[in-house]
């Protein structure tokens, strides 16, 4: 309690206005720190300094196997594999621009596609976490004019692919649209032409044209537009300096497709606007360490929050996928034992995305319980198996599993 004296200190009104100034300019400088930076969870330790960029090497199996397909063009990116801080391994290979002979460099700038979709869903959070929004408010208190078929809509139904939103690809006029630059005005007025799939939240069906949407509610709700929004958030405060928008003049490496037998053939044309908030960021294998790092340790968003992120929204009875285990649908993740998909398997739980998308496939994995992460980055639309098969060599021998040698069929 202030004690205010009557003399010899002015008079004790004029001190009571003093003090009152202070605590508004004190609470007005609070609010501008924190809003310079990613709200921590109060036991989340600091993040430490970025491990230097340089070749690393130390898990031997998995140097073999790039080696192998490395140097013989079957696989071309860049592979990083973490231990909490320790980076143990860093790799590239390839080409970014093979016209111009070009290598790929450490820090060499990959199209993530949907790997993307995590930074739409932890946007959608913050704004939850700062009370903005709720992942439980309807579509419709954020998008007018807003059709009668989305009232059922909740906001979690999007994050979770199981809105009943038509996917961009299950559309008429698919093929026009892919090569068609659009806004994201323009994306949501093509979503409200069309009835629902299913009643929301009764089945789960990947959904870019539900990230989308989302992206118009964080613009909504923000009142800026969400890659603005994500810089602001999360890659400025980060130092995520390699990481943005792909809008054509970000320096991308350039994307590879085998097509006709005639070896890769450059993809020059991504057209990542129809998927705005879907996939359409780029990013380095450091920069994504960061990002990991951050989000997995509590320093992006409250603990409830990011428990609902990793949780499983699917309907209990969705049935297996293609007669796998199903996975867990998180927001903007996937949480599963997408180890017994190699040969020999193993069972840990991973944390993941996989992204593809006019000449990128990517898969980032994160093991929680040994803090393993695993970014594997491919300017190869067609290395689907080898990206796959990569990132659980790193992951098993990262963990002391025995090193996987194929895919199990």
């Known amino acids: 309690m202030f004690n205010v004296p009557r003399s010899a200190g002015g008079h004790p009104r004029l001190v009571i206005a003093f003090l009152a100034g202070l605590l508004i300019v004190g609470a007005g400088l609070f609010a501008w720190t924190t809003a310079q930076a990613p709200a921590a969870a109060p036991d989340a330790q600091p993040l430490p300094p970025r491990p230097p960029v340089e070749v690393v090497e130390t898990l031997p199996a998995l140097k073999a196997q790039l080696d192998r397909w490395g ?5 071309t990116g860049g592979v990083l594999v973490a231990r909490g801080d320790e980076v ?28 993307s979709k995590q930074f739409t869903a932890a946007a959608i959070l913050r704004l939850q976490d700062e009370g903005v929004l709720s992942t439980y408010d309807p579509l419709c208190k954020w998008i007018q004019p807003c059709p009668p078929a989305w ?5 979690h139904h999007l994050l979770s692919h199981s809105s009943g939103v038509p996917d961009l690809m299950a559309r008429p ?4 649209r892919r090569v068609t630059p659009a806004t994201p005005e323009e994306l949501t007025e093509d979503s409200r032409q069309y009835g629902l799939q299913f009643p929301p939240g009764t089945k789960v069906r990947y959904n870019n044209a539900g990230y989308n949407l989302l992206g118009a509610v ?9 890659h603005d929004y994500l810089q602001k958030a999360f890659f400025q405060p980060l130092g995520m300096n390699d990481s943005g928008y792909d809008d054509g003049m970000s320096d991308v490496v350039m994307g590879y497709a085998n097509l006709g037998g005639g070896g890769p053939t450059p993809q020059p044309d ?65 949480v599963n034992s997408i180890g017994q998909r190699v040969s020999p398997p193993f069972l840990d739980r991973q944390i993941f995305h996989t992204g593809s998308w006019s000449g990128f496939r990517n898969l980032m994995t994160y093991q929680p319980d040994e803090d393993v992460t695993v970014i594997v980055l491919s300017n190869n639309y067609h290395s689907r198996d080898a990206v796959f098969l990569l990132s659980q060599q790193g992951m098993a021998e990262a963990l002391g599993r025995e090193v996987p040698t194929g895919m199990a069929r």
């Open 71 to 75: 140097g013989s063009g079957q696989f």
């Open 88 to 115: 143990l391994f860093r790799q590239v290979h390839g080409f970014a621009d093979r016209s111009q002979g070009a290598p790929l460099q450490l820090n060499s700038r990959f199209r993530l596609a949907s790997i």
């Open 151 to 155: 009232e059922p809509i909740l906001l």
């Open 173 to 176: 006029g698919w093929g026009t």
């Open 218 to 226: 964080v613009e909504k709700a923000s009142g800026m537009p969400l």
């Open 270 to 334: 991504a057209n990542v606007s129809i998927i705005f908030a879907a996939g359409a960021l780029y990013s380095t294998l450091d920069d994504l360490l960061v990002w990991e790092r951050a989000l997995h340790r509590g320093h992006l968003l409250t603990p409830r929050s990011y428990a609902m992120m990793i949780a499983d929204h699917a309907p209990e009875n969705t049935p297996p996928e293609r007669g796998r285990h199903r996975r867990d649908w998180g927001f903007g993740v996937f």
